[in-house]
């Protein structure tokens, strides 16, 4: 019996503190999400981009010139705050402007080796109501990586992750994992469970941080 309950606690804590690796196809572009906990992660998005997140701070990391920049996105939000422009503001707007509603629930469906069902949903685009398929998951694993994933995002925007969450879990417990509709639509590539090297959250030593102007105070007097 020792035994046993050790082996379930052993399970349990595995499955708790798993590293995810999601790989997301929206048209031309393939997200990369790495993920050990919400103080180490990434996202790789493209050939040239990159969000990390890393301890208590979180970097937009891009080339320019041949040269690997890391920008403080704390700052970054600083910055754009003292412009008038509110990230969170405009995540909100666009998710209440979508509006989604279920119309129907239809076959089950294979991606990635997910099994998921066919939705379609009805929202809000230009003005107009549209209608599109999606297919959607309950898989528990899927559903924790993509609630990582929405947090990860919402720490980019400096915002609260139900936020973006709304734009992958059109009903609790239930993420988009692909558009059926759109040729070149959003897609669950990968997906698995394996341990991502320490490494992989660290800014590697060719990357220069980039500090912000603080316009706050640039402006500040006048």
Do not use: C
């Amino acid at each position: 019996m020792k035994h046993l309950i050790l082996s379930l606690s052993i399970a349990a804590l595995t499955a708790l503190y798993a590293d995810y690796t999601v790989v997301l196809q929206t048209g031309d572009e393939q997200q990369v999400f790495q993920y050990r906990d919400d103080r180490h992660a990434s996202v790789t998005m493209g050939e040239e981009n990159k969000l990390m997140v890393i301890g208590d701070k979180t970097y937009m990391i891009s080339s320019r010139d041949g040269e690997k920049i890391a920008m403080d996105m704390d700052q970054m939000r600083s910055m754009m705050g003292a412009v008038g422009v509110n990230v969170q503001d405009e995540i909100k707007k666009a998710k209440d402007d979508l509006n989604i509603k279920i119309i129907k629930k239809g076959k089950t469906q294979k991606i990635a080796g997910v099994k998921g069902r066919v939705w379609t949903v009805e929202y809000t685009e230009n003005g107009r109501r549209e209608r599109s398929d999606v297919l959607v998951t309950k898989q528990r694993d899927i559903v924790k990586a993509m609630e990582a994933y929405s947090r990860i995002l919402g720490r980019m925007a400096g915002d609260e992750d139900e936020d973006i969450m709304d734009f992958i879990q059109i009903k609790p417990g239930y993420v988009v994992i692909a558009t059926l509709d759109e040729k070149d639509g959003f897609r669950l590539k990968k997906f698995h469970e394996k341990k991502i090297p320490a490494s992989t959250f660290e800014l590697s030593k060719d990357v220069r941080i980039q500090q912000m102007p603080n316009f706050g105070k640039l402006f500040g007097g006048q």
